[in-house]
């Protein structure tokens, strides 16, 4: 993510995602971290001033049209609009916002992308996306282009993956898509997926999925025999990606 990026926060929570972001932007103010839940927003509020953060904190929920207040139900982590005959939880007021002034969109609310990428087109021009996926449920969205994984309308959208969590890392579900990814990325990437091939999972066989074009993916299986090789393929990769980060940073500071 770039210092002067204009990230929006959907689902801030207590603000620690939103204070981290904080830090290593320039202009923190132009962000926004969006809580729509009334106990978390307080404390996240709380953490912003102990913090002296600077970002904008939004206390209700995105829709597109605006419905008035919404009537909420909180279940576990999650929460959902209120059914009939359900008890509610919350009752918290809908807003529709234009969303193009940012270029990031970090989503970290139980499955709310889904809505958020069908209803705010403006999402599809963004430069980068941060996807929590906390659920199993394979991110299935309806009413996007009719029915079908989260996945396939990013990539429809002119997004590549350049990193996400790898099976039996011991790390959160999560996905990472780019507009404009650079070699960097991808190297960096791949390498990650060695390391854990490497020195998480043991490395018999691992099904590797390198990051895609805009609408297609390039499935290879890697068979490493020998611990030896593993580590030799690892370390070459890891080499590439510090050779190209001193060759970007170079390049930038002439």
């Known amino acids: 993510m770039a210092h002067d990026s204009r990230v929006l926060f959907i689902g ?27 106990n978390l927003a307080t404390t996240l509020r709380q953490n912003q001033k102990k913090q002296n953060a600077s970002f904008v904190v939004l206390d209700k929920l995105l829709s597109r049209p605006a419905q008035g207040n919404v009537s909420l139900v909180f279940k576990g982590f999650a929460s959902h609009a209120a059914l009939p005959g359900e008890n509610v939880d919350y009752i918290v007021e809908s807003v529709d916002l234009d969303l193009s002034r940012f270029n990031v969109l970090a989503a970290d609310c139980e499955g709310c992308f889904c809505e958020i990428f069908r209803s705010f087109k403006e999402v599809a021009d963004m430069e980068l996306i941060l996807l ?8 299935v969205c309806e009413g996007v ?52 091939a490497c020195f998480v999972n043991g490395g018999a066989w691992l099904s590797l999925v390198l990051p895609e074009e805009s609408a297609s993916s390039i499935n290879v299986t890697l068979s490493i025999i020998f611990p030896a090789t ?9 080499g590439t990606c510090r050779l190209a980060s001193l060759a970007h940073k170079l390049a930038h500071s002439k």
């Open 12 to 38: 801030g929570n207590i603000g620690t995602g939103c204070v981290f972001a904080d830090k290593l932007l320039q202009e923190p103010s132009k962000s926004m971290c969006v809580e729509p839940m009334p």
């Open 132 to 139: 929590e996926e906390d659920t199993n449920q394979g991110y």
């Open 145 to 196: 282009d009719g029915p079908g994984d989260i996945y396939v309308f990013l990539r429809k959208a002119g997004f590549t993956k350049v990193n996400g969590a790898v099976p039996g890392s011991g790390h959160p579900r999560h996905s990472v898509w780019s507009k404009n990814p650079s070699s960097m990325m991808l190297l960096q990437f791949l390498a990650y997926h060695f390391t854990v």
């Open 230 to 238: 593993c580590v030799i393929v690892y370390l070459a990769i890891l």
